[in-house]
């Protein structure tokens, strides 16, 4: 038997990340390895177990392993704890705003409207006064208009009191292997769609399925007699409570998730398939407080014709979600939809976030003619994608895509895009534990200039740190990542792997038409360092110059835009982030996420403030955050004199297409209105009222 003692260092503890490095490696030996902290120790080749010790940064823990290899065990786990197991953990998710290449498909082929044949009694009597005043709002998550009626979605209560398993129904272990096969039929279903997110939430819950301890735990009980749905209740909740007693937020996330998957299972010995919740066998609009992503998954286009959440915002999972499944969704909407009665019949319209309530024929028609005339806009659009955007007073804006591949280079080009307005160069950084050579990543940018066959190519340098650590940097575990060392700080600190990725920019440039953009700079004399370097290694290589740009996404660079222009080529600016740090709100926060709105005033002041500087010295402004892609925010985004709308690849066609519907002289009104608004709800309503959308 062999022993060491080791300090945790993550910030965040043993958490969820960590922990699930740490219990894989363990795995792969035959020794039986524990983990002692305090009087507890655990199997450290069960993921909850890990999890329930409660290991925070600075805890004592005393790694054992007993067996055959436990030499080669304690030597190879030690040094991967002390490596930090993958290093930081983020705080909180955060979802990646660029929506999958899919949402294209949903956002242009959403189904056309139906209307539900909703059972006698739940449709407004004809005739009676037009209730569709009645209007509840929220914010447009995922387009597309739907009629029929509520239906409240809540979990389930499994009643499993003195209840046996139903004749026929399927043992224990059948049904956990059956609940692995569909978390991977979930999962597979998400990476098809491109949604990473959603893809790790159900590849975590076929590891909890794996846990030896929680299997054996049920498995004991079922053994001393005890019912096996009790028993596996009992043994999920047990360890769900002891997860969730840690007081801690993200712990607090992962009881839930074993609570989900431990209901999935219950549902298989229940005979009820893989259902949570059972939909009417008509369809309907799902209106819920919130919804999880493995709820969604299973929505059966049939029967569930859009839904309306109180939480989430636009930039949430759901959302996403719900643009790659097709299905028209509102989010962050008023709690009063959770008052409806069941079956009232309600319009719910996903572009701009409306429910309507009861609505009269006569709104029911013009809704029927509204998604009519909205799926005819986007054949359009489609149709005429590689035209230019240009108001109808002739005010030429370019509409470039949002790229994190050489695959999506591929689809910008067929949808229409004038180039790649942000290229993250994180794809070839993540996911992997070596960072790539020099060759590699020419090989790579060297292949989008050519795609993209001299349209201009926007190279953003490695934006890492913050919400996206990787395993092979280093990194001293911070508090607060993303005000840590994240984006051009990270790569001034490390100027190897900075000087790589310049060079690989710099020598594949004149294979098409790069520019090279700095992320998260706060600071001129953090611009000078790069433009430095750049200049050296440009001087060396003997190469020509590339334009020179910087994100404008924290707001110390908004305020001093006009120190920082006569310095750059361009400006793009990222809402994303510049939204965060500008309002306080978390941008990967569910709970705050309906508050991540870039349309508040404060953001739009600082963007307005950064065109004009950039103006003044006849530089460009660009925004390549995803309010670039929000219908609201792009008539106010060009009258504050935006020369480019960087957006997710599946808008390219419909934000040109709008372009094309606007003109510039009401645009510049309505841009100056919005900056004296108090409220990002205010500058919505506004822009509704004003262009009649
Ligand atoms: C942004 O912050 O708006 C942005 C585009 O950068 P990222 O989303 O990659 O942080
Ligand atoms: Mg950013």
Redesign the pocket.
Known sequence: MKQVEIVIENSTGLHARPAKVLVNLAKQFKSNISIQHGAKRVNAKSMVSVLTLGAVKGSLVTLEAAGEDEEKAIQEISSAMRGGLGDVEPPAAAP??EPPAEASVSQTTAKPLKTADAPAGSVTEAGKSDRAKNILRGIGAAPGIAVGPVFHFKQMELDIENREPPPGSLSLNEALAQAKDQLKVLYQRMVDRKLAAEAAIFDAHGELLDDPELVESAQERVKKGENPLSAWRDAVEERAAAIGSLKDTLLAARADDLRDVGRRVLRLMLGMGDKGITLPDYPVIVIAEELAPSDTAMFDAERVLGFAIVNGGPTSHIAILARAMGLPAVVGAEEAILKLEVMTQVALNGNDGTLAVSPSPETLARVVEEQRRWLEERRTAQEQASNPAVTLDGYHVDVTA?AGSDANAVEARKKGADGIG?L?T?FLFLERTTAPSEEEQFGVYRAIAETMQNLPVIV?TL?IGGDKPVPYIQMKPELNPFLGERGIRLCLNRPDLFRQQLCAILRAAPHGNLKIMF?MVSDVAELRRAKALLEEIRLELNLPAVQVGI?I?VPSAALLAEKFAPEVDFFS??????TQYTLAVDRGHPALAAMHDGLHPAVLRLIAHTIESAHRYGKRADI???LGSDAAAVPVLIGLGMDELSVSIPSVPTVKAQVRRLRMSELQPLAKKALECASAREVRDLVRQELKM
């Open positions: 990646r705003e949002n942000l993250r994180e953003r934006d992320p994100m996404e600016i990222g809402t994303n982030d510049l390549c955050g995803e």
